[in-house]
């Protein structure tokens, strides 16, 4: 077999690169798949361009993903415009063919060699990170933080990836995803909800597998952007009391308490959060806050918002080093954690309490354009045209359209 490969030169090449023609392969006449794709592609910062690419071939362990819809997350405008935390070929993901997109859901079209936890056809929304496999964390099941980062090309690849941050991601038609990172989605969801299950997988992660969440404990959530806004409705669903949202849009703020925020607090309105916190609740601090909002001071007023022994989970980028309270942190007993991302399959946890309807995730979704149209989406995304929080671009219109179950 090998020799005969070998015997073919570069037919061997243009074989490697077609889904249809490599060994190992399955696919299924359903869904045909074509030799190549349009997928954005960044340039110079800011600069995205729509071009042909070779459909992906899934290895071992991996599926096709065709894309369905992808949701554009403000990591992705900074990778766009700033570069990290992408990491392409160990640096900035400028000029190098690399497709950005991270939050998005499609359809198995075909299975690479050795995999049947998956049938063609199936829904699915994807995970990020699909980590090395054999470091450390990826033991422990944190592959979101895995020791191998980055490291998935030339001489020094060990597999690892992170679809949107180290290796193409979403903002085109087909992707190739590791197995580990699939969530299976029924078909009463829809394509727009499914990008949205990684975002409350996130919260998830953070509230429980990171930060131990029993029912009845009291949240902060600071900053009413798409995963502040999961935050609210996952920690509610889990039974949180009370759960506390604090921002500056009150259209954003009312989108909270639709989605079980107990009270809102608009920080514009209130000098004094950490005090109107602990008025909320009977005085006291609260076990968590979950800090999305980025702001410089976020964090000083969140180890304040805690009660003593309590939790601040850190999930939103902040531009500039903080000058940090750490006396305080210190004398309080205050644990304070970062998340980059889902973890520890909660993505899976965050789609059943989806699936059984316990919050409506389809309350942030607010705009839908056409894949050929990124660049309006990204400017609605970017610039809040028309309050838009979730704004989703999609390949076609056919992509809407369920699979029927078989
Ligand atoms: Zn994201
Ligand atoms: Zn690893």
Known sequence: MRGHQADQGSKRLLRERNVKATAGVTISEDFPIPDTMRAWVLGDPGQLTLKDKPVPVPKRAEVLVRIDAVAICATDLEIIYHGPPASIQGGLPFNKNFTPGHEYMGTVVALGPGVDEYRIGQRVAVEIHAGCGQCKRCREGMYTSCHNYGLNYGDVDKGHRANGFTTDGGFCEYQVNNINTLVAINDEMTDEEGTLVVTAGTAMYALTELGGLVAGESVVVTGPGPIGLMAVAVAKALGAQPVILTGTRD????????????????????????????????????????????????????????????????????????????????????????????????????????????????????????????????????????????????????????????
């Open 251 to 406: 259209n954003r703020l009312q989108i909270g308490k639709k989605l079980g925020a107990d009270a809102v607090i608009n920080i514009r309105e209130t000098p004094d959060v950490v005090a109107e916190v602990r008025k909320l609740n009977c005085g006291r601090g609260v076990d968590y806050v979950v800090e999305c909002s980025a702001a410089t001071r976020a964090i000083n007023d969140a180890v304040r918002m805690v009660n003593r022994g309590g939790k601040v989970c850190l999930a939103a980028f902040a531009h500039e080093e903080v000058p940090v309270d750490v006396a305080h942190i210190v004398r309080n007993n205050i644990y304070v954690y970062g998340i980059r991302g889902e973890g520890k399959s909660a993505t899976h946890r965050a789609e059943a309490y989806m699936r059984q309807k316990r919050f409506d995730a389809t309350l942030i979704h607010t705009h839908t354009f056409p894949l050929d149209d990124l660049p309006t989406a990204i400017r609605y995304a970017k610039d809040r045209v028309e309050d838009a929080i979730k704004v989703v671009v999609k390949a076609k219109a056919g992509a809407t359209q369920k699979i029927a179950a078989e």
